[in-house]
């Protein structure tokens, strides 16, 4: 039972313009979601965070959006560069559940120069 | 900076072995993660510790256990390796009661021929 969903395995973006991530999720006591990268041959590195009691947080070029009614957080770059290509996986945690991070499946983003 | 160093990158045993995986990190965090990367799967817990000499099951338990002696190390026994445990091992810590983020290791390849 995949209770994190990235849908799309890959996206292709021109440099410069707006990269748009999704995630969906099923259980309704997630409470913290984060958005990690990860290069080739490196481990995941954290980028950006939000708590259920907000719909929006920014931190520069990254900003992730949460829309609980729909169970559904997307990841925006805004502008894409050619260092940001790699694997985005979403993740998300309940208190209920020892705040344990469960992971999507990731997707890759090329962004072309 | 957080820092979580995982002893191999690579590892090529053979199945029937016994394979140790160690993860050290230096912040003195309380708890620590053992997940494994495999393609369209995304990350999966392992096994996963609040604190020293404590563990915890995680999704996939079977064929593995873990030991905490120490609160800055981690281990992943596989006790008679497998094909199937073929995967990148991907350990991580975090400061209980802090933010719920982890901080991952590079990785360690693992092929069981």
């Known amino acids: 039972d995949q209770q994190v969903k990235q849908n799309s395995p890959s996206l292709s973006v021109q440099e410069g313009r707006i990269s748009i991530l999704n995630c969906d999720y099923t259980?309704?006591?997630?409470?913290?979601f984060l958005w990690y990268k990860k290069y080739p041959a490196e481990g995941p590195t954290f980028l950006i965070s939000?708590?259920?009691?907000?719909d929006k947080n920014e931190d520069g070029r990254f900003t992730v959006f949460l829309n609980k009614s729909a169970k559904h957080l997307s990841l925006h770059i805004v502008p894409s560069q050619p260092g940001d290509s790699a694997v985005y996986f979403c993740?998300?945690?309940?208190?209920?559940?020892?705040?344990?991070?469960?992971f999507g499946t990731g997707t890759r983003l090329a962004v072309r120069p | 900076d957080v820092k979580v160093t995982q002893s191999s990158r690579y590892l090529v045993k053979r199945t029937g072995e016994k394979v140790f995986l160690e993860c050290v990190q230096d912040m003195d965090h309380e708890n620590m993660f053992w997940y494994r990367q495999d393609p369209g799967l995304g990350l999966r817990l392992i096994y996963f510790s609040y604190d020293v000499k404590m563990k915890e099951k995680g999704d996939i338990p079977e064929g593995y256990s873990v030991s905490r002696e120490k609160k800055e190390r981690f281990s992943l026994i596989l006790e008679s390796a497998s094909t199937n445990q073929t995967s990148m091992y991907l350990c991580?810590?975090?400061?209980?009661?802090?933010?719920?983020?982890?901080?991952f290791g590079a990785g360690t390849r693992l092929s069981v021929l």
């Open positions: 259980n309704s006591m997630f409470d913290y």
């Open positions: 939000i708590s259920s009691i907000k």
């Open positions: 991580a810590s975090r400061l209980a009661g802090a933010k719920n983020i982890q901080y």
């Open positions: 993740a998300a945690s309940a208190k209920s559940s020892g705040d344990k991070l469960t």
